[in-house]
């Protein structure tokens, strides 16, 4: 008797299996028969007892939904060239308020990661073939819009023997070119250390270079299996090094400690400052070191992923920003949304002003503002 023929999930299971077709590594149910315990390394269990994914939301979490004429005219231009958004395929719960406000984070190197980070929404597996038009259909898109400030990120492809320097450097050479006074912002990936991908973005001279640590280094293993804690530190001190702008960011409530929180910090400022490029003009005796932090409370993006730990208080958030500028860097973007790409343009201007400028001052001057 030939066995039925198993019919295929519908609904929200469906899309999930869909964007993820193999588990990923947070997935509870899977690790529970794991040879090796990885709890020690993720987890912050104490001698309370402690759950793995808190179900409600705290009420400093609730984010803008998405609706509106500008929310619309934004989605348009997106579909209009093909484009792909880290909004969209992150499932970031500011989609809302950015594209109302007609910001997107445009990503390049297609919507497929080679990767499979133990956080991260984005669809992992082998990309297609890769679209060498891409870079002018993201400059065409741009063309006329008078933005102010654009965010550029792209998936990891390790895939690529170049892991997609020459793409990069030829998108952001064509938005130079389309939208001449733009204040343009790159987010990478590591492109595995290469010294010589990393020179040919470093070269095409976007206004910013971000580049997510996202976590403590303990964390790593299980947050970025196929990052290294070392190799993104190092990055970025080679970004200080040639005398550009240096961003990362981190998510917190993943199973951080406190105190390794203030180590990163430290480490951050200690090694990207090790460096003969232009000095720290606070401390002329060493290099200028990484200049923006973005903090945000980690959200996890379906059962596949690694669970939250805790929710983080906002006072806590107030506290880290206080750490992070002791530490010495210039502008520290922390709040329970915060993203990388969130509030951008804001976080530039903090900079520009010499980082005096607190978080909480800059949402509460965005809300005057909006009316």
Not at 328 to 344: D, E, H, W
């Amino acid at each position: 008797m030939t066995p039925p023929t198993p019919q295929r999930e519908a609904g929200p299971t469906a899309r999930v299996l869909e964007r993820h077709p193999r588990p990923l590594g947070g997935d509870p149910a899977r690790n529970a028969a794991a040879v090796v315990s990885l709890t020690g390394m993720v987890l912050n269990n104490g001698a309370a007892a402690h759950h793995l994914a808190p179900k409600k939301k705290p009420a400093w979490l609730r984010a803008k939904a998405p609706g509106g004429p500008e929310f619309i005219a934004t989605k348009a231009n997106v579909d209009k060239h093909g484009l792909h958004t880290v909004c969209q395929e992150a499932s970031c719960p500011n989609i809302g308020e950015c594209w109302a406000r007609g910001v997107a984070t445009t990503m390049i190197l297609g919507d497929v990661c080679t990767r499979n980070c133990g956080f991260c929404n984005i669809k992992t597996g082998k990309p297609p073939v890769t679209d060498l038009d891409e870079p002018r259909r993201v400059a065409e898109s741009l063309r006329g819009t008078h933005l102010k400030h654009l965010v550029i990120t792209s998936v990891d492809r390790d895939d690529l023997p170049d892991g997609g320097a020459a793409i990069w450097a030829e998108t952001i050479t064509r938005v130079k070119e389309a939208a001449p006074d733009l204040s343009l912002e790159v987010l990478i990936g590591d492109f595995k250390g290469d010294p010589d991908d990393l020179q040919l973005v470093i070269d095409a001279k976007p206004d910013i270079i971000a580049h997510n640590m996202e976590t403590v280094k303990r964390c790593h293993p299980a947050v970025r299996p196929a990052a290294r804690y070392e190799r993104s530190i190092e990055l970025l001190k080679r970004v200080k090094a040639a005398g550009a702008v240096a961003k990362t960011g981190i998510m917190v409530g993943i199973g951080e400690k406190p105190e390794e929180i203030r180590e990163l910090f430290d480490d951050l400022v200690r090694i990207t400052s090790d460096h003969a490029g232009p000095r720290d003009p606070r401390d002329p005796s060493r290099g200028d070191p990484v200049d923006i932090i973005t903090i945000g409370q980690y959200l996890q993006p379906t059962r596949n992923h690694l669970p939250v730990d805790r929710w983080v208080d906002p006072s806590e958030f107030l506290a880290l920003e206080e750490q992070g500028k002791a530490a010495g860097i210039k502008v520290v973007f922390s709040g329970p949304l915060v993203r990388s790409s969130y509030l951008a343009d804001a976080q530039a201007e903090m900079l520009a002003e010499g980082g005096g400028i607190s978080t909480l001052n800059t949402l509460l001057g965005r809300d005057e503002r909006a009316g």
